[in-house]
């Protein structure tokens, strides 16, 4: 997947570069180090076993990760990202786009993206699961309208869920720059299932 913008944003979704917000990097690194320092703290990356998870709800689950008393996804430190907030139907990712996320042309690759926005909207729908329902990805579409390069040093994806019914889910997500520059928006399905026992 190419990080190349295959559509041009239009000026309702991009930030006018004469009108350019106050850069929000120095809170997002602060809340990024507190959240860092929790995580090499707690358990580390890996899995939760169904001890572990107990009776907890989605929600729950996903603030007991954020706190470092559940491992966290092993895959964030292969990329480089963190899960920075969580509440009701919504999740916030921090990513640091590097070098070694490189496509060919010398920009991020697409994949980084997709990945760190598919994180984001599957731990929205994640947080309104109910103990004992699970739930995967189905659809997940991306729409890359900025190339992106370590010259940006952090970004955020969003993400917000539309709908979460019985068996299916969907939900949202922007992947925006310190100075609130759109590089990315992206939309899921999630098919929503009862865990197996045990």
């Known amino acids: 997947?190419?990080?190349?913008?295959?559509?041009?944003?239009?000026?309702?979704?991009?930030?006018?570069?004469?009108?350019?917000?106050?850069?929000?990097?120095?809170?997002?690194?602060?809340?990024?180090?507190?959240?860092?320092?929790?995580?090499?703290?707690?358990?580390?990356?890996?899995?939760?076993?169904?001890?572990?998870?107990?009776?907890?709800?989605?929600?729950?689950?996903?603030?007991?990760?954020?706190?470092?008393?559940?491992?966290?996804?092993?895959?964030?430190?292969?990329?480089?990202?963190?899960?920075?907030?969580?509440?009701?139907?919504?999740?916030?990712?921090?990513g640091r786009p590097g070098p070694q996320h490189f496509n060919p042309m010398g920009t991020v690759h697409g994949g980084w993206f997709a990945t760190l926005l598919d994180s984001a909207l599957g731990c929205a729908v994640h947080t309104r699961m109910p103990p004992g329902r699970g739930y995967t990805t189905a659809e997940l579409g991306i729409n890359l309208v900025k190339a992106l390069t370590p010259k940006v040093e952090r970004v955020r994806a969003e993400g917000r869920v539309i709908h979460c019914g019985r068996q299916l889910a969907t939900a949202e997500a922007r992947l925006v720059g310190p100075d609130g520059t759109l590089y990315a928006h992206a939309t899921t399905t999630c098919l929503v299932f009862d865990l197996p026992p045990g």
Not at 28 to 43: F, I, M, N
Not at 70 to 87: C, R, V
């Open 1 to 94: 997947m190419s990080a190349t913008p295959a559509t041009t944003a239009s000026p309702s979704t991009d930030t006018p570069r004469t009108a350019a917000r106050p850069s929000e990097l120095p809170r997002w690194l602060a809340e990024e180090a507190t959240v860092r320092q929790r995580l090499e703290q707690g358990v580390g990356p890996g899995v939760a076993s169904r001890a572990q998870i107990g009776q907890k709800n989605g929600l729950e689950m996903m603030q007991a990760m954020l706190r470092g008393e559940l491992p966290f996804a092993p895959i964030a430190q292969t990329l480089d990202f963190l899960l920075l907030e969580i509440g009701e139907g919504v999740a916030v990712f921090q």
